[in-house]
T-cell receptor, first 115, second 113 residues
C-alpha cells in the first residue's frame, strides 16, 4: 500500500510569490494534517482537515490556507512568501479524526526554499 | 512557550546497550503521547504511543514509560542497534477534538558500533 505522498519534493520560490503543496493520504484515511518543520526544531501544527472540514488550526498567519478534496487529498497554500517560510512541510494522514488511540502517518515532506 | 521539551539535543550509545530518551511536558491537558523517529530527508516514522491511563507500553525493543505526576516520559530502546541512529521526536496531544500534535525539538541518537 502506498504511504502518504507529497508533491513537489523540493521547490524554490521568490519572496512575495505563492506556493501550493499537495498531499495524498493513505488509502482509506479521511484525516489530513499539515506541519511546518524549520531546521533544528520539531514539526509545528498548521491545519487538520477531516471529511473536508477544518478540524484544527495552529498559530500561523492568514497567508496560510488549506483545503481537502472529496477524495481526501489536500492542498496547502501559502501566499506572499517570506524568507522565514523556508522549511520542510509535512503532511500526515490518519483513519480517524481524533487522536486518542490513533496513529498518525507522515509523508516525506516538501522542502520549500524562499529566496 | 515550549510545551514539550527534549532537553538532550544529542545522545551517543554503544551498540547493544540501552538507549534512554527523555521528554518533559508542561501542559496537564496532554493525555496521549507518541514517539517518532526521523532519518534525514524522510518524514517522521511512528514508533510507539502511550495513553495517559497507562504508565508503560512495550513494543519489541521499544518501551515508553509515562510519569504523569512528573509530566515526564521516556523511550527505552534495548538493545540499541546501528539502524536506530536517527532523530527522535516526542509528541503530545490533548483532548482538543482534533489531531494536533505538539512536538519536542528532537534528540539525535547515535549508536556506536
Amino acid at each position: 500500500d502506498a504511504g502518504v505522498t507529497q508533491s513537489p519534493t523540493h521547490l524554490i520560490k521568490t519572496r512575495g510569490q505563492h506556493v501550493t503543496l499537495r498531499c495524498s493520504p493513505i488509502s482509506g484515511h479521511k484525516s489530513v494534517s499539515w506541519y511546518q518543520q524549520v531546521l533544528g526544531q520539531g514539526p509545528q501544527f498548521i491545519f487538520q482537515y477531516y471529511e473536508k472540514e477544518e478540524r484544527g488550526r495552529g498559530n500561523f498567519p492568514d497567508r496560510f490556507s488549506a483545503r481537502q478534496f472529496p477524495n481526501y487529498s489536500s492542498e496547502l497554500n501559502v501566499n506572499a512568501l517570506l524568507l522565514g517560510d523556508s522549511a520542510l512541510y509535512l503532511c500526515a494522514s490518519s483513519p480517524a479524526g481524533t487522536i486518542s488511540g490513533n496513529t498518525i502517518y507522515f509523508g516525506e515532506g516538501s522542502w520549500l526554499t524562499v529566496v | 512557550d515550549q510545551q514539550v521539551k527534549q532537553n538532550s539535543p544529542s545522545l551517543s550509545v554503544q551498540e547493544g546497550r540501552i538507549s534512554i530518551l527523555n521528554c518533559d511536558y508542561t501542559n496537564s491537558m496532554f493525555d496521549y503521547f507518541l514517539w517518532y523517529k526521523k532519518y534525514p530527508a524522510e518524514g517522521p516514522t511512528f514508533l510507539i504511543s502511550i495513553s495517559s491511563i497507562k504508565d508503560k507500553n512495550e513494543d519489541g525493543r521499544f518501551t515508553v514509560f509515562l510519569n504523569k505526576s512528573a509530566k515526564h516520559l521516556s523511550l527505552h530502546i534495548v538493545p540499541s542497534q546501528p539502524g536506530d541512529s536517527a532523530v527522535y521526536f516526542c509528541a503530545a496531544s490533548g483532548d482538543s477534538g482534533n489531531e494536533k500534535l505538539t512536538f519536542g525539538t528532537g534528540t539525535r541518537l547515535t549508536i556506536i558500533p
